[in-house]
């Protein structure tokens, strides 16, 4: 199985530039070889000031007969190593990632990460660090947003479940994460008391209760460690070639 990678110019003659990458399976067939596509990676290059390039992943899709069998984690893992290898590139990003990339993106960066000293279960216990969102641009041109997530994901790896005071230090911390939306929405709120009188405002607080909000961090944070079990039991699972 090959990776091929084609560059594309965009339409309307603009001068950001974009790569395709194409997965396909070289095989011998009644005496001649043929060419099976197993699927395809899109990707276009934006600005990012002063003077590099944002790679952003557009679309990634392996057809139906090979799915689940790796080769979208291949094809991922190819283009990073190519993006990576160009010292123009800040970091990348993904345009409207669906729930089933937003896994297979984790898989992979868990996997690259975690060969990555910054993180490594005896600095994973101290927090989340500048240098881990530093280590995981350089070397794989990954966002600070997403190295945090990938933080997460190994720090629940290196986490004792049956230490209760480990654990429960592990779930405050990603619930600090989850919650700082709402703490945003808290200032947004005293700003939006000037506009409304007292019944309006009242109303909006009934909206928007204490108990309301901790009843959706808990779901979102369940939620959220049953994807991360998921991703770290396909981790424990993997055997590189």
Not at 121 to 129: M, Q, S, V
Not at 165 to 184: M, S
């Amino acid at each position: 199985i090959t990776c091929i990678i084609c560059h594309l110019k965009q339409w309307y003659q603009r001068r950001v530039r974009g790569s395709l990458y194409t997965l396909f399976e070289k095989v011998q067939e009644g005496g001649s070889i043929r060419y099976r596509s197993l699927g395809f990676l899109s990707c276009y290059n934006y600005y990012y000031y002063p003077n590099k390039k944002r790679p952003r992943i557009s679309q990634i899709l392996i057809l139906p007969p090979y799915q689940k069998c790796g080769h979208g984690a291949k094809l991922l893992k190819a283009m990073y190593e190519h993006v990576c290898c160009d010292p123009l590139v800040h970091d990348i990003t993904v345009e409207d990632p669906s729930v089933s990339f937003t896994r297979l993106r984790n898989f992979v960066d868990v996997l690259m990460c975690s060969e990555l000293p910054s993180f490594q279960p005896d600095k994973l216990r101290g927090g989340f660090a500048k240098e881990m969102a530093n280590d995981a641009r350089d070397k794989f041109k990954i966002t600070a947003i997403q190295a945090h997530k990938i933080y997460e994901i190994l720090r629940l790896r290196a986490t004792d479940l049956s230490n209760a005071e480990e654990y429960r230090a592990y779930r405050l911390e990603v619930k600090r994460r989850l919650n700082i939306p709402f703490q945003k929405e808290k200032k947004a709120m005293k700003k939006l008391q000037t506009f409304l009188n007292a019944k309006e405002y009242e109303a909006v607080l009934l909206s928007k209760s204490v108990e309301n909000q901790h009843e959706f961090l808990e779901k979102s944070y369940r939620e959220l460690e049953l994807d991360y079990r998921k991703c770290i039991e396909r981790i424990s699972a993997h055997v590189d070639p």
